[in-house]
């Protein structure tokens, strides 16, 4: 990889809650701007259900195609948590309780109340190397390019450290955003147009917000030059001007 | 279908923005929470880029393996509102400016106001029913068993209405929670698994919460009669007493 690649990642959250709408992912927003900086973009994101077939191959289809991959949920201890086992079974790999794992574990818990339940936490595919929770010990675990993190949000955070080394990073993007209060994204869309096409290696996106007190858009523009983006900035602002308030 | 088939949906969150994490997702869980009551369970989710063949690719895909689709995202006015030409893409569908969604936008907005990107949002994919916009009129629409709504999380409630006669739903399922604190769930997972084996047509899930206040751990068990789950609740209520504080 050189230093002016597109550097791409899939996001796989996995979890029947996320489904339900019992519980509100924050995890694709915490890895995508952890990533950012880094210089790695997330080109998609599935959130599919505690089901062995489809998150397997869920992973080795972004695994294939994305730089890298990260998933979170379905490591802990119960019925449920079945995806250090299809991990394995996306790539062929055997999978067994690890003593390196379990020492992670020992961190934590004695060896009475390491049960069998909270052994299933040290089943590792053949391999693996492990990424360190320090939240609460359990190991996530790297295979080939794809990241297997926690999906408790505070635990997972705490695993993007020991991630952070294992990364190879391409390009970064900055951005600047110039906010239109008052005006729908209708009277901006051809100047807007004109000015990206005007400016080559530039993107530009037209967020549009409306609430009961405010409506307006907000213009994101995305650029690798701080230049271009300034220049950018200042034909925006002129665009907000032009279209009054 | 009959009463006590299975109906699911699979939503497709269009946007950039979703994906590098400027924007958080709160679709996803209004639309499963919708449905949950009308007997459809979202099978799947993904989040996609503003990219024209992976946006066909994913409906086509998508509405093929699920009963319903609802997209989110890329029917303003601006050039990266590219969902309908791809909806009509993805079923080989023309696509036109058609007077009845003109007529929507007529209510909202003066000819005047009426200019070449405000008209964009009236091009429909040919034979598509048009979904009722109460709060900016910018109509969504059905084509085959799939509903393309706004991303904009007030618009797209507003358009839920207008859904709910095109939707025949399946069996509801009923949930009960038990909440156990200050354990961990691996203390649970044996009996909990027990509990599942014993009760036919139960599905449990079990989410950790792991706070700086409160570690725990929620039990939430699913099925489509509520005497089987007021039974359950019951042996759950005794296994968390079991576990102790």
């Known amino acids: 990889m050189t230093d002016t690649q597109i550097v791409t990642a899939g996001v796989i959250l996995i979890g029947d809650e996320l489904l339900s709408g019992r519980t509100q992912d924050t995890n694709l927003g915490t890895i995508a701007k952890w990533l950012e900086p880094r210089g790695v973009r997330v080109g998609e994101a599935r959130i599919i259900s505690d089901d062995g077939p489809v998150i397997s191959a869920t992973v080795k289809a972004f695994s294939d195609r994305f730089d890298y991959v990260f998933t979170t949920g379905g490591i802990g201890p119960t019925h449920d948590d079945i995806t250090a086992d299809c991990i394995a079974a996306a790539f062929g790999l055997g999978i067994s309780e690890r003593e390196d794992a379990l020492d992670h574990l020992r961190e ?3 060896e009475d109340e390491l049960n069998a339940a ?6 590792i ?3 693996a190397s492990l990424i360190r929770n320090p939240v609460s010990q359990a190991p996530g675990f790297q295979t080939k390019n794809v990241f297997t993190m926690a999906g408790v949000p505070s635990i997972m955070r705490g695993m993007l450290p020991d991630i952070e080394r294992r990364i190879k990073g391409g390009v970064t993007l900055k951005s600047i955003t110039v906010t239109a209060t008052g005006r729908g994204e209708g009277d901006a869309a051809a100047p807007l147009a004109v000015i990206e096409a005007n400016n080559p290696g530039v993107s530009i996106g037209s967020y549009p917000f409306f609430n009961a007190d405010l409506r307006g858009v907000n213009f994101v523009a995305r650029a690798e030059s701080a230049d271009v983006l300034a220049a950018v900035k200042m034909e925006l602002e002129a665009l907000v001007e032009t279209l009054g308030g």
């Open 125 to 127: 595919p053949d391999g």
């Open 118 to 123: 909270r052994r299933r936490m040290a089943r």
């Open 108 to 110: 934590r818990y004695s």
